[in-house]
């Protein structure tokens, strides 16, 4: 019902900038909150920002002051400036979509496939 396309993803060294692009399509009647979560190798994946139709944020700590979550409602894209990039950021990116979406309106909590992220020190 929602697809998600994510873009931005590479290889940067410690310091430098990349900025992740998610792109929602499909049947979709509302978007509550779209965000960016990461997973590196032996963790779990963790919510990194967030932010909501009305334009509220939410930060994990380890990425504040840094990180940039913007969202363009009217053509469903929501994207990450990350600045700042340290070793520990380096994980895969996935975008994700919370709202209802298809013809019965039905709650869909959705996932991009993911983006490599990857800060060299």
């Known amino acids: 019902q929602v697809q998600l396309v994510e873009s931005g993803g590479g290889l940067v060294q410690a310091g430098g900038s990349l900025r992740l692009s998610c792109a929602a399509s499909?049947?979709?009647?509302?978007?509550?909150?779209m965000g960016w979560y990461r997973q590196a190798p032996g963790n779990q994946r963790e919510l990194v920002a967030q932010?909501?139709?009305?334009?509220?944020?939410n930060y994990a700590d380890s990425v504040k002051g840094r990180f940039t979550i913007s969202r363009d409602n009217a053509r469903n894209v929501v994207y990450l400036q990350m600045n700042s990039l340290r070793p520990e950021d380096t994980a895969v990116y996935y975008c994700?979509?919370?709202?209802?979406?298809?013809?019965?309106?039905?709650?869909?909590?959705?996932w991009g496939q993911g983006t490599q992220v990857t800060v060299s020190s």
């Open positions: 932010i909501n139709t009305g334009g509220t944020t």
């Open positions: 499909g049947i979709i009647f509302s978007i509550n909150t």
């Open positions: 994700n979509l919370y709202g209802t979406a298809g013809w019965s309106r039905s709650r869909v909590n959705s």
